[in-house]
């Protein structure tokens, strides 16, 4: 099917037709991401899988996408189409969903069975993401990528927003636990169709060049070495630590909204759609100040600002204070993301961003798992108890500051500021988002690295 598909768009090629496509599918992905697996933490509370479970599921599963993207370039090779590996993924994502409405009508699923489903669902679409970014790299022209890819961005943000808008409606406006189950099913349901809608719109777009040469597939070592003679691999590593303490609390807020503070499904919706919404209104802000300060002054900025986010859920938690962290906690996060993409893979030469990004994906998800693994140990260890979570939130900020001892270490590279084309994979407390960098968005620059070392400002 996807082979047929892919063969079809070897014609004639318009560029106009898969521009408006473009759009109009990263506005569908969008959808699913706000509407999908965003809450599906809270499903797993609804069906009482337990508040260790709902943490897991929002985390462990995104390993499968650092992985999936090892064997990828041998399924490209196969296929000889980026654009194939990328429908084969998208429908694969797509089917996901599947099980999760079948067991939201049952009423029921265990532990096993919804992290094998959140295991496909983020294996495949994370797999997407070095193919998707090499082959719409050759399809946008060169003069056309900052605007296209910053418009896309904005059309899929405003989407995720509006499905999760919509998906938490749903579920405050809904009572019994018989009929919030019956929501969860439309909610996946329409998630689901989402992606259906994301693969018929890839599949509209063109592959001008079958396997783009302008892009090379590196293996990990040569990957890493890029990185060490680009002079960022300090970078890399302060990454990994951060991601690490971060989610040693990160994917336990959301269990701990709903069984510690009783939250309603519509004050959970207000609080992570102010993290997220300060986040997408920042983000051009903290792109001027880049342009007048400089990457790595803004990098120091978002990584001594998300120090306290996590902390300060002790000192309260009352809903107007919970609502200012979030604001706070979106703000500096779009600072830190914008300040590492900048300094990160600006200083990779084009050619190997892709190969770049699967190791980056590869650290980071590792990270992430180690991290949550660790507090879900701890919180276990203590019983789920209410103080085992203030536990985790001081932990996490004590390590993020921490953490900024390797900040010291990163050389001072110049990088020009520059907007970063994103794609948003989730939705998630204290960090607002999962943001994939789009690498065909970012222009072709590597200057060398200096010797001297990142100064705080």
Known sequence: MVSGIVNGQQGHHDLRRDLIAGHAEGAAYGGMVGLGETYLPAFVLAVGLGEITAGLVASVPLLAGGLMQMISPAAIGRLASHKAWVLVCALAQALSFVPLVVAALWGGISAPAVLLVATLYWGAGLATGPAWNTWMGALVPRPLRARFFAERTRLSQLAVLAGFLVGGAALQWV????????????????AGLCRVVSFALLALQAEPVPLASGMRRIPLGRAWGQIRRAGSGPLLAYLVVVQGVVQVSGPYFTPYMFEKLDLSYAR???????????????????????HRVGAIRLLWLGGVGIVPTAGLWIVSDGFAWLFFIQVLAGAVWAAYELGFFLMFFESIPEDDRTGVLTFYNLANTAAWVLGSAAGGLLLYSLGTARIGYLLLFGISSAGRAAALLLLWRVPATVVPAAAVGVRTVGVRPMTASIDAPILPALPDQAPPPVEDHAQAP
């Open 268 to 290: 959970y919706v207000v609080l992570l759609s102010a993290a997220f919404v300060a986040k997408i209104v920042l983000l051009p802000v903290w792109g001027r100040m880049a």
């Open 175 to 190: 009572g019994s636990r018989d009929a919030v189950l019956l929501a969860f099913a439309g909610l996946f349901l329409a």
